[in-house]
C-alpha cells in the first residue's frame, strides 16, 4: 500500500462581507431611533421648616382635596378631568404664562391627582410651580 499525501489547502474566512453586515445594520439602527424630548418643570419645593414666602400679588393657585376634587383659585370645577382643569386655569391666567402657579395639595391626596394639575400647568407652558408645605407643629 502505497500512502499519498494530499495536499490540503489553508482554510481561510473572508471577513469582509460580515464587517459590511454590521454596517449596515448600524447605519440602519442609527437613522432609524427616534429620539423623544421630554418637557421638563423647573419646581421649587419650599422646605416646611423655612420661613413664610412672600405671595404674589397674582397667582394661579390649585387646590387639590383628598378626593381628588380641584379648585382654582377658590373655585371649585364641576370635574376632574384634565381638560376641565386646563379650561380653568388658562381662564384664570388670562393668557399670562409669567404667572406663578401654587398648588396646595391635602397630605393625603393621592399622587395621581398632584401629578395631572403638573401635567396641566406643563401642557399650558407656565414656567413657575411652586407646591404649598405647612410648617410642622413643633416649629416657629
Known amino acids: 500500500m502505497k500512502f499519498e499525501r ?3 489547502e489553508e482554510v481561510s474566512v473572508n471577513l469582509t462581507p460580515l464587517i459590511d453586515v454590521v454596517f449596515l445594520l448600524l ?3 442609527m437613522v432609524t431611533t427616534t ?3 421630554d418637557t421638563n418643570l423647573l419646581i421649587n419645593l419650599p422646605e416646611a421648616s423655612g420661613e413664610l414666602m412672600d405671595v404674589a400679588p397674582e397667582q394661579i393657585e390649585v ?3 383628598q378626593n381628588g376634587a380641584y379648585a382654582v383659585n377658590g373655585r371649585g370645577l ?3 378631568q384634565l381638560s376641565t ?3 380653568a386655569i388658562e381662564e384664570m391666567s388670562e393668557g399670562d404664562r409669567s404667572l406663578p402657579v401654587i398648588i396646595t395639595a391635602d397630605a393625603n391626596t ?3 391627582s398632584v401629578v395631572t394639575v403638573m401635567d396641566a400647568v406643563a401642557q399650558l407652558g407656565f414656567s413657575q410651580l411652586n407646591i404649598a408645605t405647612s410648617q410642622e407643629a413643633g416649629d416657629e
Open 6 to 8: 494530499q495536499m490540503t
Open 27 to 29: 447605519i440602519f439602527f
Open 35 to 37: 429620539f423623544s424630548r
Open 63 to 65: 387646590m387639590v382635596a
Open 78 to 80: 364641576v370635574n376632574t
Open 85 to 87: 382643569l386646563m379650561d
Open 110 to 112: 393621592s399622587y395621581q
